[in-house]
């Protein structure tokens, strides 16, 4: 006799089950279809729908944890994290990356204006050999729920060479404004959650452009230009050179009340036993209004070589003007004395204040 369990835990017992899943494109199971099915000697089985929503209610109340999404120095914790049988843990082979089991669910807060999304997945080492692999798929669910596919991988023997080895990703993001960012695990080609133990993180976002944040939101600059035209560019997180002249462009946020800011000079930039005499640099912070009107609303030169309180991190806060749209920008300038010879100027943290 064959002993047919309902559960879906109990039908893997055997090898020869398999699960039925309804096929979306490129062939990942949509996560509420799931069924297990059990063949024998003249008989079939089949097992009720994977019931997602009762499996994810279970875990109303828990914490939800898994890999922080990294970007700059900022780290986004889950906002919801579904892992069957267990719940998430860290995973001891690689910093950053938690141990999941499919079907599994990790959703985030979308991470608008972000590039590029970096993260490692893979196999436990110690199942490679037993598991027939996962499905992973990254998708956009917009705030009224409706899912778009960005990207699918099928991890699975006889997909790639790699299935044995971690999977380094690097995934371009289309902008999308708000809604969430969902890592949707699958258990495979043949639908077997059996053995399907994996990891994944550490996940980073990447972005090129100057920032602004405001809260949790990041606002990213349209436009960007250094001396010589090419964007400005990032020697840490968080902080742009500004070599005068350059100048950074953003839309200004409607709901962003002020703006506070740090920048400087370069010590080196007015080292004299080295040669180096910057004769000052301007900065200087605009509001152009969509009429073309400039409203300026900072505006400070830096003379360091001159002036010892010019020296070091600078700081400003500026408040904006209510209810006026248009385009923010931030330059840097030759300064008084027009040279911008070793005017090695930076700012850094742009951090807004949204309006109460
Ligand atoms: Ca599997
Ligand atoms: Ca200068």
């Known amino acids: 006799m064959v002993a047919v369990a309902l559960s879906l835990s109990g039908l893997l017992q055997s090898p020869s089950i398999a699960a039925e899943s309804s096929v979306v494109p490129a062939g990942v199971a949509e996560r509420d279809s799931i069924s297990a099915r059990a063949t024998g000697p003249g008989k079939s089985w089949q097992s009720a729908p994977f019931d997602f929503a009762a499996f994810e209610a279970a875990f109303a109340g828990a914490s939800h944890q898994g890999p922080t999404l990294t970007f700059d120095q900022f780290t986004t914790p889950p906002q919801a994290s579904y892992s069957y049988a267990t719940p998430a843990q860290p995973y001891g082979g690689l910093e950053g990356a938690w141990l999941l089991r499919a079907p599994a669910r990790l959703v985030y807060k979308y991470p608008a204006g972000i590039e590029n999304l970096r993260f490692s997945h893979g196999m436990h080492p110690e199942l490679i050999h037993l598991a027939d692999g996962y499905d ?37 993001l289309p902008r999308r404004e708000g809604g969430l960012l969902e890592f949707q695990f699958s258990t495979g080609q043949n639908g ?11 996940i980073e976002a990447v ?3 100057p920032y602004l944040r405001i809260n949790d939101d990041f606002v990213f600059a349209e436009s960007s230009s250094g001396p010589s035209g090419e964007p400005v560019t990032s020697p840490d997180p968080g902080r742009w050179l500004m070599h005068s002249p350059s100048n950074i462009h953003w839309p200004r946020p409607a709901h962003l009340s002020t703006l506070s800011f740090s920048f400087g000079i370069e010590d080196a930039a007015y080292d004299t036993v080295a040669g180096n005499r910057t004769d000052g640099v301007g900065f200087v912070l605009e509001l152009e209004t969509p009429s073309g009107e400039i409203v300026t609303l900072f505006q400070r030169v830096l003379e360091p070589l001159q002036n010892p309180a010019d020296r070091g991190r600078q700081t400003a806060e500026v ?38």
Do not use: C
């Open 192 to 202: 077997n959650v059996h053995d399907d133990l994996f990891y994944l993180g550490p």
């Open 136 to 172: 992973l798929a990254l998708n956009w669910i917009s705030s009224e729920g409706q899912r778009e596919r960005i990207w699918l991988k099928r991890n699975t023997h006889g997909s790639s060479d790699l299935f044995q080895e971690r999977q380094n990703e690097d995934v371009p």
């Open 319 to 356: 408040t904006l003007p209510a209810d006026t749209p248009g385009i923010l920008v931030f330059r840097s300038t030759p300064g008084r004395h027009g040279s911008d010879a070793w005017d090695w100027a930076w700012v850094e943290e742009f951090s807004g204040r949204a309006a109460d």
């Open 207 to 209: 972005a090129d452009m």
